[in-house]
């Protein structure tokens, strides 16, 4: 079985920065895709960024390149998303998930959650 869980979030102003972990109980963990995903209120659970278990590959929403970055640590079994540049649109609750496919934006292809991790930037 594998856990998630996710801390790092808060409140910020616009333009400032949070770092999101995951940690992942397992001894598989370097061996699963990992993702990140928010859902705002109202709205369907959106793709933020997957990393592959090599971290070699990383693919992001447009919404978000070039303001996060997600990086993972396969001794620590740890997974982060660096968010710099913060706005308001960016307000959330923050899942992360593993998953065996390859660079997949579908929530529906990633087997483990995390209960997430609120992030509120304020204007």
């Known amino acids: 079985q594998v856990q998630l869980v996710e801390s790092g979030g808060g409140l910020v102003q616009a333009g400032g920065s949070l770092r999101l972990s995951c940690a992942v109980s397992?001894?598989?963990?370097?061996?699963?895709?990992m993702g990140w995903f928010r859902q705002a209120p109202g709205n369907e659970r959106e793709f933020v960024a997957t990393?592959?278990?090599?971290?070699?590959?990383?693919y992001y929403v447009d919404s978000v390149k070039g303001r996060f970055t997600t990086s993972r640590d396969n001794i620590k079994n740890t997974v982060s998303l660096q968010m710099d540049n913060l706005k308001p649109e960016d307000t959330a609750v923050y899942y992360c998930?593993?998953?065996?496919?390859?660079?997949?934006?579908?929530?529906?292809?990633?087997?483990?959650w995390g209960l997430g991790t609120q992030v509120t930037v304020s204007s």
């Open positions: 397992g001894r598989t963990f370097s061996s699963y895709h």
């Open positions: 990393i592959s278990p090599s971290g070699t590959y990383r």
């Open positions: 998930a593993a998953g065996r496919q390859a660079g997949s934006r579908q929530p529906n292809h990633y087997a483990y």
